[in-house]
């Protein structure tokens, strides 16, 4: 099973292409790395100085995680990579067919388009979701998103076959990301990118040994999509607001009964 990589260059998918390394060998990995972000306006500015001085355990939790994992993992898998500004790009596209992947993997990349789907690889192109689908979808952050909306419950990772749509896909497999109650922030952002590891890569051996799966998100729930343009500063105060609660509806068996609602996938 030849294996190609499309991920954001970060820390995080560094990681994930370290761990998918050590149980499968990676024929070639394309890393995006996007320009840097056009210059702050003054109301930007003003909400980035009201985040520092009220909201900063919201990007302390976010840069913790990523410094744990460049620390961990320094260095990608001494495979072929390319860089590209953008994932859909011709360098990107020509890339992975020379490396005749059966199976794409993807992660925190911008939207795949339709060049690059077509690309389609005799297993398939999976993506992995940061969020349970189709209960959570969208970005920039569905854990974060979880808890300013007082879902804990549904704190978790999909993994699903990629398609055009924002995390629309037909899913592989979901799963709740275990927690007790007794995470910080950062903590809790750290167990569900691992949890989310784990599962792509128990989702990669499900693959090799031939098993497949395919289950239509509209056959399981609606669900919502949030945005990253609505994630506005009174969302992330409902955030820092609402995290106290999280070990009181664990402790209580809350979240375990909302659980037993929310239909989940696995890998059979």
């Not at 306006?41 to 302390?60: P, R």
Request: overall charge positive.
């Amino acid at each position: 099973m030849r294996i190609v990589l499309w991920i954001g260059n970060e820390p995080n998918q560094k990681a994930l292409a370290n761990r998918i390394e050590a149980a499968y060998p990676i024929a070639a990995i394309v890393t995006e790395t996007r320009k840097a972000q056009r210059k702050l306006g003054a109301k930007m500015l003003a909400e980035k100085v009201v985040e520092k001085l009220f909201l900063s355990a919201i990007g302390k939790a976010w840069w913790g995680m990523l410094q744990h994992y460049n620390k961990l993992y320094p260095s990608y898998p001494a495979v072929p990579t390319l860089d590209v500004e953008n994932i859909n790009s011709d360098e990107a596209y020509q890339f992975t067919l020379q490396h005749q992947p059966d199976l794409i993997i993807v992660s925190g990349t911008r939207l795949v388009k339709e060049k690059m789907l077509a690309i389609a690889p005799s297993i398939g192109i999976l993506n992995l979701h940061t969020g349970l689908s189709p209960y959570v979808k969208g970005g920039p952050n569905c854990t974060n998103w979880c808890i300013a909306t007082e879902q804990f419950h549904l704190i978790g990772n999909t993994i699903m076959w990629i398609d055009k749509g924002i995390d629309t896909g037909n899913i592989l497999a979901t799963e709740f990301t275990p927690i007790t109650g007794n995470e910080n922030l950062s903590a809790l952002h750290l167990k569900v990118m691992d949890h989310a590891h784990d599962l792509y890569v128990r989702a990669i051996a499900y693959l090799a040994k031939g098993e497949r799966q395919s289950i239509p998100q509209s056959t399981i729930a609606k669900g919502t999509t949030y945005y990253t343009k609505q994630w506005t500063l009174a969302q992330k105060f409902k955030l820092v607001g609402n995290f106290g609660k999280l070990k009181n509806k664990v402790q209580s068996g809350e979240i375990v009964q909302l659980q037993k609602e929310i239909k989940t996938v696995g890998l059979k």
